[in-house]
């Protein structure tokens, strides 16, 4: 059975950091695209980053770029999401997913992916 689990979330002060991790089970990470997936109070699922399964190349929405670092180990079957300078509007359910091609990859609005985590909490606030 493939299972994507996350964890890492909680909550932090402003300009604090965070970093999320989610263990894949049931099959090897490495062959799949993989990315961040985040939705905040009241708003849509938006794209935070994603790295290529054909040569780990990555992408980052605007509003992370500079701040969160994405980047997976093979060894582990793990996925992170390295999160700096945390804002308050970072505050958000994060989801990790997984599929299979390297497509839609570059879109925030991508939601696409064939596997899904359940999801962790991070809050962003004083």
């Known amino acids: 059975q493939l299972q994507l689990e996350e964890s890492g979330g909680g909550l932090v002060q402003p300009g604090g950091s965070l970093t999320l991790a989610c263990t894949a089970s049931g099959f090897n990470l490495a062959h799949y695209a993989m990315g961040w997936v985040r939705q905040g109070p009241g708003k849509t699922r938006q794209g935070v980053a994603t790295?290529?399964?054909?040569?780990?190349?990555?992408w980052y929405a605007d509003t992370v770029k500079g701040r969160f670092t994405i980047s997976r180990d093979n060894a582990k079957n793990t996925l992170y999401l390295q999160m700096n300078n945390l804002r308050p509007a970072d505050t958000s359910v994060y989801y990790c997913a997984a599929q299979l091609g390297d497509y839609g990859l570059k879109s925030k609005q991508y939601d696409g992916y064939d596997h899904w985590g359940q999801g962790t909490q991070v809050t962003v606030s004083s």
């Open positions: 790295i290529t399964s054909s040569d780990d190349t990555t």
